[in-house]
């Protein structure tokens, strides 16, 4: 039988939870730490989450893995400056986390020509 004082209290939570990360991505543009088109994209999946949600869909979370400057030197077989060149000419997009560079592990894989799966960027 189904409880609706838990759907009640999944949908408050859900709610709290949604406000708590649009607060922080605020506080992030305000900072500089991320830009709007970023921003714009992460509330959008939020609200897309929220959406399937109240359709009584679930989706997979997501994972999002970020590497240094370094790691995606290593992987392209390129000097960091190189890397910190494709990332001036946008061919990789640089992603600012605190004041430290970061690139998604599957742009750089992709550049490299090695196939993924998914966007986890697990090697095929």
């Given at each position: 039988m189904?409880?609706?004082?838990?759907?009640k209290e999944d949908d408050m939570i859900s709610r709290q939870t949604s406000e708590m990360a649009a607060n922080f991505i605020r506080t992030l543009e305000k900072s500089g730490t991320v830009d709007k088109g970023e921003s714009r994209e992460f509330t959008a999946l939020c609200r897309k989450i929220e959406q399937d949600k109240a359709r009584g869909e679930e989706r997979q979370p997501v994972e999002i893995k970020l590497i240094s400057k370094r790691k995606a030197a290593e992987i392209l077989s390129v000097s960091v400056k190189t890397v910190d060149r494709l990332g001036a000419s946008g061919a990789l997009q640089k992603r600012m986390i605190g004041g430290s560079v970061r690139f998604l592990i599957a742009d750089v894989y992709s550049l490299a020509g090695i196939k993924t799966s998914g966007t986890e960027g697990t090697i095929t």
């Open positions: 189904f409880n609706y004082e838990h759907k």
